[in-house]
């Protein structure tokens, strides 16, 4: 049954593949508590209460909210197609509440730090360390999440316009600055005899999501004092440093790949706090 809900995801919804593994990964866990702590197969008997239990379990093993929410999100959307398949099915997560989560402002990196992460003498002088300098200076100056880095292929460069496949399957054009094509020219010579994909391992496999989050947090590491050192860290700094140079917010939105204008909102909100920021910690009457 759960192949089947993926396949439709896949095909029908046109999910990412990422996003169907989520899926596959958070249904699949509901669907073995339920199995081994409620002696339910395939979840299909369970009420509001038996999801309810399940989320007292997550809380009471260490799971965060965020990930307790993604995970009732997911089964949320598994009874619907259970339910649209057969209406004497009820959803036994419609109705449980979403647990309360911080709010949380990632900080973006100051140009100083852009700087120091992206100088070539933080990288060793080999294919692999200008492969990861070039994976940097394309997940800041161009602001793709990490599965849209990875997806990308050399037929995705156009001139001087990148054709990007996101979220849904939806494709945008982002304009590219002539520094990110000098480096993917050469960058291109080295690696296009490997793999079709821009980004791989020295072998040509695809890079592992992981394997990329690590790449990404040794440097921030080096070069920055922030807390958020993974892939998004430089997506926002994108977002964040076209909005405080005065770019206009459906631009941003439209580069991001944002389905709606509410999720480009957080960087001004971001931008604000950042602001606040630095103006308590440099204003004499602040320190």
């Known amino acids: 049954?759960?192949?089947?809900?993926?396949?439709?995801l896949r095909w029908e919804r046109r999910r990412s593949e990422a996003?169907?593994?989520a899926y596959a990964a958070d249904v699949g866990q509901w669907i073995t508590y339920a199995e081994h702590a409620l002696g339910m197969p395939q979840a299909q008997g369970a009420n509001r209460a038996h999801v309810r239990s399940w989320v007292t379990d997550l809380v009471q093993t260490g799971?965060?909210?965020?990930?307790?929410?993604r995970k009732l999100s997911a089964i949320r959307t598994y009874y619907q197609w259970l339910v649209a398949r057969d209406p004497d099915v009820v959803n036994p997560a419609q109705g449980v509440p979403l647990l309360r989560t911080p709010s949380r402002v990632v900080r973006a990196l100051t140009a100083t730090e852009v700087e120091a992460l992206l100088d070539p003498t933080a990288f060793d002088d080999d294919?692999?360390?200008?492969?990861d300098q070039f994976l940097l200076l394309t997940l800041y100056s161009v602001g793709l999440r990490r599965s849209e880095l990875l997806s990308l292929t050399y037929a995705n460069v156009q001139g001087s316009m990148l054709r990007v496949v996101g979220k849904g399957n939806k494709e945008r054009e982002i304009p590219l600055l002539p520094e990110w094509l000098a480096v993917y020219?050469?960058?291109k010579a080295e690696w296009q005899g490997v793999s079709g994909?821009?980004?791989?391992?020295?072998?040509?496999?695809?890079?592992?999501?992981?394997?990329?989050?690590?790449?990404?947090k040794s440097y921030l590491q080096r070069a920055s004092s922030s807390e958020?050192?993974?892939p998004h860290a430089l997506r926002h700094t994108f977002a964040t440093h076209l909005l405080d140079l005065g770019a206009d917010l459906t631009v941003i939105r439209e580069l991001l790949g944002h389905a709606n204008l509410?999720?480009?909102q957080v960087y001004t909100h971001a931008s604000v706090e950042q602001l606040k920021t630095v103006y308590q910690r440099a204003h004499p009457r602040g320190r």
């Open 127 to 131: 294919a692999v360390g200008r492969r």
């Open 197 to 216: 994909r821009i980004f791989c391992s020295p072998s040509g496999k695809m890079l592992d999501p992981r394997s990329v989050y690590s790449v990404v």
């Open 19 to 21: 996003t169907v593994t």
């Open 185 to 187: 020219e050469r960058h």
């Open 228 to 230: 958020h050192l993974g």
């Open 262 to 264: 509410s999720a480009t």
């Open 1 to 8: 049954m759960l192949e089947h809900f993926l396949d439709y």
């Open 63 to 69: 799971t965060n909210a965020r990930s307790v929410n």
